[in-house]
T-cell receptor, first 110, second 115 residues
Framework: ETGVTQSPTHLIKTRGQQVTLRCSSQ?????VSWYQQALGQGPQFIFQ???????GRGNFPPRFSGLQFPNYSSELNVNALELDDSALYLC?????????FGSGTRLTVV | GNSVTQMEGPVTLSEEAFLTINCTYT??????LFWYVQYPGEGLQLLLK???ADDKGSNKGFEATYRKETTSFHLEKGSVQVSDSAVYFC??????????????WGAGTKLIIKP
């Protein structure tokens, strides 16, 4: 067990819709990061939250937003979905020696 | 900016062959270097890491040495198994605030091991 749980596993949305992806990490893991992994590519950093505040952001537009909650869960919200948003979205929480990743949410935008 | 370049795949080997997957990086400062592995349908698992020059990371028979002079972190294994078939990602740390960091990734190298 990785200690990081993501939901849902798979999701299909229509262009223009909004989506919320969820992540639950282990107690005490104060840092959570979100990555987008397009098919056949390496992950791209979206943003990171540390103690419920955004701690850094990659090259993603404002329609990608997030929240981190006191219970170590977090959300990634994407508004006005575009076809290019189709990807595997990965959540990672801090752990000894590095980051622990969840299994991801596969988002398909049609 | 910082970046990671990996050898393109797929890499196809026979069981018990020697494996090398090349990784080079561009970075300012002194990043930590990582290898992650992704099995089909799964998330990313940390395979090994090195935090400073000349460090060797090792795990499950895999190893990689942080070479600052050649800006490389090549992954090696002496004898691969079918179960090693996966996609391997090289990554480096890029500092954020409060001692946190993001990971900058290579494109991944798919490894196929044939019995």
């Amino acid at each position: 067990e990785t200690g990081v749980t993501q939901s849902p596993t798979h999701l299909i949305k229509t262009r223009g819709q909004q989506v919320t992806l969820r992540c639950s990490s282990q107690s005490g893991h104060n840092t959570v990061s979100w990555y987008q992994q397009a098919l056949g590519q390496g992950p791209q950093f979206i943003f990171q939250y540390y103690r419920e505040e955004e701690n850094g952001r990659g090259n993603f537009p404002p329609r990608f937003s997030g929240l981190q909650f006191p219970n170590y869960s977090s959300e990634l919200n994407v508004n006005a979905l575009e076809l290019d948003d189709s990807a595997l979205y990965l959540c990672a929480s801090s752990s000894v020696g590095g980051y622990t990743f969840g299994s991801g949410t596969r988002l398909t935008v049609v | 900016g910082n970046s990671v370049t990996q050898m393109e795949g797929p890499v196809t080997l026979s069981e018990e062959a020697f494996l090398t997957i090349n990784c080079t990086y561009t970075a300012t400062g002194y990043p930590s270097l990582f290898w992650y592995v992704q099995y089909p349908g799964e998330g990313l698992q940390l395979l090994l890491k090195a935090t400073k020059a000349d460090d060797k990371g090792s795990n499950k028979g895999f190893e990689a040495t942080y070479r600052k002079e050649t800006t490389s972190f090549h992954l090696e294994k002496g004898s691969v198994q079918v179960s090693d078939s996966a996609v391997y990602f090289c990554a480096l740390s890029d500092a954020l605030m409060d001692s946190n960091y993001q990971l900058i990734w290579g494109a991944g190298t798919k490894l196929i091991i044939k019995p």
